[in-house]
């Protein structure tokens, strides 16, 4: 069965652009977390969508969002970018709570 | 919120010798503790997981315990190689929800 796969792996963005970053999950997995991983705070949990529907939100300001298709793809979304934004963006699956991670998205904001 | 401290940081073992790494929570609600590696440029891969009516749990060489009462849980690895070398993180979550990360613990195995 195929993982979760990330796309795209890396991205190099500039400060107060916006970004768009893209999850699938493994096959017959309905639920998506996202985490952000950085050198400093470590990995630190996003938000979570189950069925299309935002289930757990992590504390985050209100320029990272997210949202769920009925494919069980899902998208986050980070606004007005700062330089602090710059981390390594998980996303993964579960299906009866174990959760599996993609390879993750590399973002860069210069 | 929940809390999760992990111990060490960095640990280094001669291969062939085994590697402990702990990890300690706050909230008496959690009861999945999952653990991770994670290899240079790659997502973090469970490696095994425990629930909490269960005080220990092996799989081959990795093998994981759990003391509820003093809020602790540790990974154990034995006759440690190489390709163990990596960054390991510990989890934890009540019920099935969102894991709260340890800060992560690198081990180095050295031939």
């Known amino acids: 069965k195929a993982g979760v796969t990330q796309t795209p792996r890396y991205l190099i963005k500039t400060r107060g652009q916006q970004v768009t970053l893209s999850c699938s999950p493994i096959s017959g997995h309905r639920s998506v977390s996202w985490y952000q991983q950085t050198p400093g705070q470590g990995l630190q949990f996003l938000f979570e969508?189950?069925?299309?529907?935002?289930?757990n939100k992590g504390n985050f300001p209100g320029r990272f969002s997210g949202r769920q298709f009925s494919n069980s793809r899902s998208e986050m979304n980070v606004s007005t970018l700062e330089l602090g934004d710059s981390a390594l963006y998980l996303c993964a699956s579960s299906l009866i709570g174990t959760q599996y991670f993609g390879p993750g998205t590399r973002l860069l904001v210069l | 919120g929940e809390n999760v401290e992990q111990h060490p940081s960095t640990l280094s073992v001669q291969e062939g010798d085994s590697a402990v790494i702990k990890c300690t929570y706050s909230d008496s609600a959690s009861n999945y503790f999952p653990w991770y590696k994670q290899e240079l440029g790659k997502g973090p891969q469970l490696i095994i997981d425990i629930r909490s009516n269960v005080g220990e749990k092996k799989d081959q060489r990795i093998a994981v315990t759990l003391n509820k009462t003093a809020k602790h849980f540790s990974l154990h690895i034995t006759e440690t190689q190489p390709e163990d070398s990596a960054v390991y993180f510990c989890a934890v979550a009540p019920g099935y929800s969102t894991l709260t990360f340890g800060k992560g613990t690198m081990l180095l195995v050295s031939p």
């Open positions: 969508y189950f069925s299309e529907t935002q289930r």
